[in-house]
């Protein structure tokens, strides 16, 4: 570790993290743990860069320090980032990048076998982006002395518990995502062009506030309008609002890739009816859910609380109301365990932290307003404090 | 399509594009192509949305418009961005979404097999970001009378050769990315935080330059200073730049998803001579590259005739110098096809795009002065203009 290199947690803390991990694969029985999850690489060694594009990885062991495995000229970020000795950083050659005659993971086999790391039980993480079927096809093709097992959010899991310090960043978020929400207050309104209102966001939510500075969001604002808005994940284009439109912004602040998203909407004129009915209804029901957001109860007990409430209401979602959130790199901002819908019974906790996510997205429009919560010993906190309701402008 | 769905190419445009990939199908005696990469689902039919981190692609066949699947939510994202007939866009129920008891993928097997395509041939893109190892188990395990045949880029390569709607929107791109330097250069100085700085490139970047607006970029504004420009992809914190502060600024303009990456690097003060000798050698060894780029002349070209100059000048890169640009998501604005290097026999046309990056990432910090390129009948045309040089402040 460079003596300037810029950790975000103390060693201490990465060593608890690294615990949990190890607990996590002895209970399956893995040897040794190869971890692509950009967000799980950062978790565990305090990795950071833009280098996901090619593949990378870090290496758990149960009595070894990680290994930080990457593209050649990536190996100095993992210096200048990580708390590892730079006996254990390790590098791919260059030709292996995005190459039809070879595959990195090739070079990561070899690895394996220097390591003696090439027998008994590896686990990878089978459902991730950052593992391609070729990437797996590889490692099948070279380990052929070693059961490959999937360890899908294996590292994902430990991380759905925060620290206080986790916290504490996503609350740094939250002040960032309340400062971009009152400044697309401010300035939206009729003839105002959507991409300048994006760029408005990204400068707000970059520039951050006081000492909370802004890191790039996992997910890029969304800002559909009226029709737009009857899709989930539109972002934005040259169009200009106009008097009685009615967008909705889907944006997270993030702080050293901790994130605090928060949706609200925004209607230029009074709304039609249909859009009040839809605002009591999801305030009724999203209230009815986080009733429920404590210890001891499942993430399904919240889910249902909501969707039974939002039917009362003659509304219906057929999709999750949410999601576990943390540190994540794109394309998403979720952590991947769990989801607030039937069937998730995975009971709650303190220092769970949620994105509780009751988006309707009518046929003529879209409607969200957004909670993001920390559960506390008695019941939840709202990290970002911003006008539960659809504002009129 | 609905009346309003907003195309950014002709009709005709798109049916010559499939085209292409139906001939390329047929060369590689593949039935049926399963296109999950979220650029070429773009290029192929317009879709455009942040939907990406849920599985997602669209179906080409030999004798029927293409079809979009995707999660139930990002349907009508699909209605209103493509070309397509409806009845040609299918959706999966939200259980499917990061479920461990069910993948996304046995719900398109099903879909495969209602419309009489899980037989024969079936065209998959092994190594991509959004084809994971488990989606690859799922189709394997449930299109037992198919074969899964590797088409990674098969849709990536019928790209390289860019139309002239195609260079218009690079053209934007580059006014915006030239727009981005001019605004980073007049407000560079001693004591301006990084994330402020970063701040504004987003906002010059996304509010664009007069008709051109901006649309997010697919890798994030990169902008070390000093020891972490030693390492290539690092983006930003809060900290202080100092006088005698060497950062370079690895950013792009885009428009309507189509990329001019364009990197410079700024001094605030009179750089080190190691620098400036630096500069030189890039600079000699970038024009020996690009007196090659030139229909004619393969790759590997461009890449000797730069490797070599800049040998003689006594510095080493390791890596690639550069690779094909044009439409792109997130993690990376390269097309993943050609790069510059020993090895890539790939004859230059007219109408491909290049990013040309002879970056040095040196023991001290780093020097990138990069350029996008189009070739031409005769040569290369640069895309964007600004001063190619190290700039010193």
Not at 313 to 337: A, Q, V
Request: glycine share 6%; net charge negative.
């Amino acid at each position: 570790m460079p003596k300037d290199a810029k950790l975000n947690f103390t060693l201490e803390e990465y060593a608890a993290r690294l615990d949990k991990v190890r607990a996590a694969m002895s209970a399956k029985n893995i040897d040794c743990l190869v971890v692509v999850d950009p967000s799980n690489m950062a978790w565990l060694t305090g990795y950071d860069g833009w280098s996901f594009y090619t593949h990378q990885c870090v290496i758990v062991q149960h009595d070894h320090e990680p290994v930080w495995w990457g593209r050649g000229i990536d190996a100095p970020g993992a210096v200048r980032t990580t708390y590892l000795d730079e006996d254990n950083i390790l590098k791919y050659p260059d030709h292996f990048v995005q190459s039809d005659i070879c595959h990195p993971m090739d070079h990561l086999s070899e690895v394996l076998g220097e390591m003696k790391l090439d027998r008994g039980s590896i686990g990878v993480e089978m459902e991730n982006f950052y593992f391609s079927a070729a990437a797996f096809q590889s490692l099948q093709k070279h380990l052929t002395n070693a059961t490959l097992v999937d360890a899908t959010a294996l590292v994902n899991w430990q991380r759905l518990v925060k620290s206080e310090q986790e916290l504490a960043y996503m609350r740094s978020a939250a002040r960032i995502v309340e400062a971009m929400h009152a400044h697309i207050y401010d300035i939206i309104e009729p003839g105002l062009s959507k991409h300048i209102l994006a760029a408005e966001i990204f400068r707000t939510g970059i520039a951050g506030k006081d000492e909370h500075w802004g890191d790039y969001p996992a997910i890029m604002p969304l800002l559909p309008t009226g029709m737009d808005a009857t899709a989930a994940h539109l972002t934005w284009d040259d169009s200009k609002l106009e008097s009685g439109d009615i967008t909705f912004f889907e944006i997270s602040g993030c702080h050293k890739r901790y994130h605090c998203p928060l949706s609200r909407t925004i209607s230029l004129g009074t709304p039609p009816q249909k859009y009040l009915d839809a605002e009591k209804a999801v305030l009724d029901a999203m209230h009815a859910g986080l009733d429920n957001a404590k210890p001891g109860k499942t993430c399904e007990d919240v889910a249902i609380a909501f969707f039974d409430t939002l039917e009362t209401h003659g509304f219906k979602k057929d999709n999750r109301t949410g999601y576990s959130i943390g540190l994540s790199y794109p394309p998403d901002w979720g952590e991947r365990t769990i989801s607030l819908r039937r069937g998730d019974t995975t009971e709650l906790v303190p220092n769970m932290t949620l994105h509780f996510m009751p988006a309707l997205w009518l046929d003529d429009g879209g409607l969200e307003i957004t909670e993001s919560v920390v559960i506390t010993d008695q019941g939840y906190e709202r990290l970002a404090r911003v006008e539960q309701r659809l504002l009129v402008k």
